[in-house]
């Protein structure tokens, strides 16, 4: 079958600035004769035009940095042992570049091309909106990530050359972004197709479902945003462009229920599903594994394949022969990542209580003590599929803990030939902001909008969320839904835009990362030998951090402090409110004195 897969060809001789949008589907005419004057006198040629900007996405191949660089590293969540993140330390600097800037801006010319040429299509215009559609979709995205790293920044809608003057022209304000941001994902929304219409040889193209998720999440990001985040008159960690933040303000509650509604829209009608093939005997219990590194038939055991996956709304499209992962994820997840003590203790417990609440939680005597009873979740990302009877990095190694499995393939490949396709945004999420945005506009709970949420609770084992469950609990309802986006969405990208969006970055990520509990004199924890005899014979202080006390509640035991390994000290992270934005390049304010450096980095 003919599959949708960017080859990164570049057609030679065309445009400044084209190359990075030429990428195109497979058993395409050679396309190193084409030039200015041929392309773009035909609908394919915009079809083709398009078909690389699906580059942009984030995926294992990642449009600028690394795709580690998306997986929560050093967040309060996680350890990689081989990578320290500036964001996560809090200890950035004022870069020369930054490719975030750099390749989202030619991300943006890419587009304004497109809409550039389109004024000149000999034919009818209607033949052209669905590629338009996805121009506008990859310059919105395009903005949303400027926004995410920068705050408000320049916003450019055509092609400039060096006499323009939007060269020098200063910072637009984030609510001119966002408002742009908006415009394009709506155009977007209006030109693209519904799944159901792609024909299966270029599903991964974009749908109009797709388009409305993302601008779900564009809205939910935004609203609670300004709720948490801004003060009277300002807005906090960014430089007030152009005065005090005004009508703005009201926005709040328009763009929660937009959000709600799109939402709602793509659960109702984009014909997506919960990937829960738990009853499955050949992986049973096992679907938030597999989920995540379906292949061929052979990529897991009941012989499930890509084509089984309706979840996934938008991804990056790879293939074992024609587009590899190519980053040794294997070995690098299983080996060098590191989930937190924190992480760990927030898995629910069967009966969908955390372990401050639940009698089912069996503590930490043992290595398995921990896993019995526990979210399918917690068994599934970290020790892959199975309750651990060992645990041998706790006993040696320079970053003991526990280790990683999420992401992690099971077929037989070599390093860095890993070829899932990459979740860029998939229907638990869009069940997670639709919860999310509806608590936060109406601070009710209504067993009708958490439906979503116990489909993702149902595949991970735990029983559902309910006004009952919440109330004959004392369960704050918002602290559970920002627990289930946290552990459903673990390693894909979440983690630090939430912290910064709810206004607790500060407050979460400024302690130790610690790892297992291994117990002292008053509390021997029991580890298993690998001929499964178990042993006491644990070594303290050996670690390159050492161990510290924990204070962790649970439901037979109370609130006690237990030793943990260390994997990450407290004196590595200085996180402040200035880190909810990154500086703006210093070649960039060379270039623009225009342009107004974000706040505490001058």
Partial sequence: MKKFIYNISVITGLLLGMSGCM??????????????????????????????????????????????????????LMVYSGFSSDLGHGTIRIPSSDARWDKNYEFIRTANILFEKAKDYPGASSEITPYLAEAYFFRGYAYFNLLRFFGGVPVLLKVLDTNSPELTAPRNTRYEVVNQILSDLQQAIDGLPIEQEIPSAEKGRLSKWAAMAFKARVLLYEATWRKYNQAEGEIKCETDFEGSAGPEKDQINDFLEESINLSKRVIDNGGYEIWNYNTNEKIKNQSNMYLFNLEGADSNPAGLTKESNKEFILYGVYDVVLRQGGINLNHTVSSQVKPSRKLIDMFLCADGLPISKSTLFQGYKTVPDEYKNRDLRLVNYISGGTAPVSSPTLNSGTYPGYNCAKFVTYASRKDTEESANYPVLRLAEVYLNYAEAYYERYQKVDDSWLKGINDIRKRAGVASLTAKLIADNQLDPLTEIRRERTLELFMEGFRFDDLKRWGIAEKELNASRCGAVVGDSNYPTEYINSDGKPTSKYTQNVYPYGEEEVEIETAKWGKKKYKCVVIDGISSFHFSKKHYLFPIPQTQIDRNPNLKQNPGYN
Wanted: one cysteine or more; hydrophobic letters at 35%.
């Fill in 23 to 76: 990428n195109d589907f497979l058993d395409l005419a050679p396309q190193d004769q084409k030039t200015d004057a041929v392309f773009f006198k035909k609908a394919s040629d915009f079809k083709e035009y398009t078909a690389g900007c699906y580059g942009q996405l984030m995926g294992w191949k990642a449009p600028y940095g690394s795709a580690y660089d998306n997986m929560d590293i050093s967040s309060d």
